[in-house]
Every structure is written in structure tokens, then in C-alpha cells.
């Protein structure tokens, strides 16, 4: 009876350790470092800029390659990561969610900026006075990004539509040179783009509001996020060190954004004056703000028709990846 027994339980126990093995987590296994990473880096991210600088993923991941590309938009950001291009890739929250929306299977892991970033802007001697004003007028924005989202919400509170106006699509630097030039009436402005367009040549804020900014993203695809769990937290520590030196280094930063860009210090520094770098981790309130901004999505037709935007948005931002770096 004892050897029965004990056969008995020995079978129980591996049956249960096999079962146990079959329930863990892939995140769990052992992973092998890529042997390339690919980020991009953009200078509406200053962390991106302090990551890039300072080479913390570089020694983190020692044995891996790490590339980095230039993005100038959300929409060129996520064109990259669709394609391939890149594994990390900085965009507008609401630009991803416009992308996941029209198929691109994405994920959002990390908040590198809550930053009101653009705004509507006009020339200095512009006779424009509200957004209301600009009814028949042209608006260069860059489709896809979240000036271009910005712009949509502004005229339907000004109780106008995209066809109301003429949007002219134009990548952000090109729209401040058409601006400035006179080639459209009204911008929808990035920073710093934004912020050397008021600084240089005297361009007005024709109309501002925090609530139409969304927060910026880094997204992986879905793929990258079950084949590379730990190379994801690794990147995501990596950026923390990065936010961390960025926020107890405010002058070193503005100087850094300044060198990266080609832009005046003056022009940097007004840029991080209206970015908020202290919370990084995405929460159930981001999905909820995600969610009070989907409607333009449907009403102007930018996502495809029976396309739920609300569980696109609980599919996109993933509020369980944790960075481990001490908060400030």
C-alpha cells in the first residue's frame, strides 16, 4: 500500500507541476535578446532625445545592436512600425488609436510625455480672431497625427466640420513654412515646430486647449509584444533612466532638445514648459480620456464603418506593463 501510495502521489505531483508549467506565462521563459532593436526618436520626445544621448539601452543590452530613426510625426512613427521599420515607435495616443482602429494590430506601453503640444496658430497680423473665423479658410495639419485630431475637435466645438475649411496636408515643418509664408491662413503647430514658429516669427496661438492633447505613446506591435516581453520592460527601464535624468536635469534637457533640433534655446525652453514628464505609467484614466475623444473618430468617418472604438482602445493600451525604476 505504501509504494502504491507513494507512486500515487508522485504522479499527482508531476501532473501538477506540468500543469502548473503549462499555466505560467510566456513573459516567464527564458528569452534570447534580439539581435537588433530598432527605436525611433522624435523631437516631441524629449526623453527619446535623453535615451538616444546618453546610450542607457546600449548598455543595458550589450549584446544587441540598437538602431534609431528619425520620426517627425505620429503618422510617419507609426508608418515605421507597421512596416517593420522600427520595434518602438513614439506617437500621439490618439494617432494610435486611429491606427489600431484601421487595423494595425498595436499595442501602447509607456506615456514618454503628457504635453499640450499644439494648438492652432495663425500669423501675427492675422485678422483671425476664433476658430470660427477660419469657415472657408486653409488649415495645413499633418493627417494621422494629433494636430490633425486637435484640429477636427476644434471646429466641431466651433460648430464646424472638415469640409468647412480646406485642410491641406503637409508634413509639421512644411505647414510652419506655408504658414509663415502665407500659404494657408492657419496651422495646426507641433512642438517644437509650434514653439519656434511664435518665438521666430511672431505666430499667435488662435486657439489652445489641453483637453484636445492627447498624451504621447510608445507602442510595440502585438507580435513583438509575446515574442520580446522582457526586451519591452528592458526598453521601458531604459526610457525610465532616461525620464528620470530628463526630470532632475531640466537646463541640461532644454539644451540637449536645443542641440538635437537646430533650434534656439529660447524655443526649447518653451517647449518643456509645456511638457509634463512625471507620469509614465499608463492608467485606467487614460483609457477613459482615449474614450471621451473616440466620437471624432466615427463622426468624421477616420476609422472604418462598424469599427468599435471603445474596445479598440481597451485592445490598444496595455495599463500592466510596470516600469521597476524608482519614481520621483
Known amino acids: 500500500m505504501k509504494s502504491t501510495f507513494r507512486f500515487s502521489s508522485v504522479k499527482y505531483l508531476l501532473s501538477a507541476c506540468a500543469l502548473a508549467l503549462s499555466l505560467q506565462p510566456l513573459a516567464q521563459a527564458a528569452e534570447t535578446p534580439p539581435a537588433e532593436v530598432h527605436l525611433d526618436y522624435a523631437y516631441y520626445s524629449p526623453v527619446s532625445l535623453v535615451l ?46 486611429l491606427s489600431r482602429a484601421n487595423g494595425s494590430p498595436i499595442k501602447s506601453v509607456y506615456v514618454y510625455s503628457r504635453a499640450e503640444w499644439t494648438a492652432l496658430l495663425v500669423r501675427k497680423d492675422s485678422p ?110 531604459a526610457y525610465e533612466q532616461a525620464r528620470d535624468w530628463a526630470v532632475k536635469n531640466p537646463d541640461e ?20 514648459s509645456r511638457t509634463d514628464l512625471s507620469s509614465p505609467q499608463l492608467t485606467a484614466k487614460d483609457v477613459l480620456a482615449s474614450k471621451a475623444a473616440a466620437p471624432i473618430l466615427v463622426s468624421e468617418e477616420l476609422v472604418r464603418r462598424g469599427v468599435n472604438v471603445d474596445q479598440v482602445i481597451d485592445q490598444l493600451i496595455d495599463t500592466g506593463v510596470k516600469q521597476t525604476v524608482a519614481r520621483q
Open 52 to 97: 538616444k544621448h546618453f546610450g542607457f539601452l546600449e548598455k543595458a543590452l550589450p549584446q544587441t545592436k540598437v538602431s534609431w530613426v528619425l520620426s517627425q510625426g505620429s503618422n510617419r512613427s507609426l508608418e515605421y512600425l507597421n512596416s517593420g521599420g522600427v520595434d518602438f515607435a513614439s506617437s500621439a495616443s490618439l494617432a494610435a488609436v
Open 128 to 237: 483671425y480672431k476664433t476658430v470660427a473665423d477660419l469657415k472657408g479658410k486653409k488649415i495645413a495639419a499633418t493627417k494621422g497625427t494629433d494636430p490633425y485630431l486637435f484640429t477636427l475637435r476644434s471646429l466641431q466645438q466651433a460648430g464646424l466640420s472638415k469640409d468647412d475649411v480646406e485642410l491641406v496636408h503637409l508634413q509639421h515643418p512644411d505647414g510652419r513654412i506655408a504658414l509663415e509664408k502665407g500659404d494657408v491662413d492657419a496651422w495646426a503647430g507641433l512642438d517644437p515646430h509650434m514653439a519656434a514658429s511664435q518665438v521666430q516669427a511672431g505666430s499667435r496661438l488662435l486657439y489652445r486647449n489641453t483637453q484636445f492633447n492627447s498624451y504621447g505613446v510608445v507602442s510595440v506591435t502585438e507580435t513583438y509584444a509575446k515574442e520580446h516581453p522582457q526586451t519591452i520592460d528592458t526598453v521601458l527601464n
Open 253 to 272: 534637457l532644454a539644451k540637449l532638445l536645443a542641440s538635437e533640433s537646430g533650434l534656439p534655446l529660447e524655443v526649447a525652453t518653451l517647449q518643456l
